[in-house]
């Protein structure tokens, strides 16, 4: 017998207002799966032990590891990866808080956003990514 790497029994909160968005409508196939399944890695805690309230826990500081969505049952490549959270930044369902990148491990951290709810169809995007064109070992040229 073959483990999940994943809980298929994850609790998953869709609120009505992320569901009946526009925004949320116009997701194409693999940015709804990531934005699915950053929406289920949210932390929750009953405010009391009997309550049926819940409570955010994750401060709404996340990462979203490339290595997870490579290896079933996602199995999808880098680059789909990167334009589908192109996607998510612009249609507003998640900010950059710190962008990763300046040295290796560097992961850019990501948080969710309310600004999918002004979204209409082609309007320019809420955030994209920076672009850095000095990655890695640079050398630095002498104005002498």
Avoid: C
């Avoid at 009946?20 to 032990?49: C, H, M, Q």
């Amino acid at each position: 017998m073959i483990k999940k790497k994943y809980n298929k029994n994850a609790f998953l909160k869709l609120e009505a207002q992320i569901r009946y968005s526009l925004a949320f409508n116009n997701l194409k196939g693999k940015s709804l799966i990531i934005l699915l399944e950053v929406l289920a890695d949210r932390r929750w805690e009953r405010t009391t032990p009997r309550s049926k309230k819940f409570v955010r826990t994750d401060n709404n500081r996340f990462h979203i590891p490339y290595r997870k969505f490579n290896e079933p049952p996602f199995n999808l490549h880098n680059p789909i990866i990167s334009s589908s959270l192109a996607e998510l930044l612009a249609v507003g369902f998640l900010t950059i808080i710190e962008q990763g990148g300046s040295r290796q491990g560097h992961a850019t951290i990501f948080a969710l956003s309310e600004d999918f709810r002004g979204w209409k169809k082609q309007q320019e995007p809420f955030e994209t990514r920076k672009s850095f064109s000095h990655r890695g070992f640079t050398s630095k040229k002498d104005d002498s």
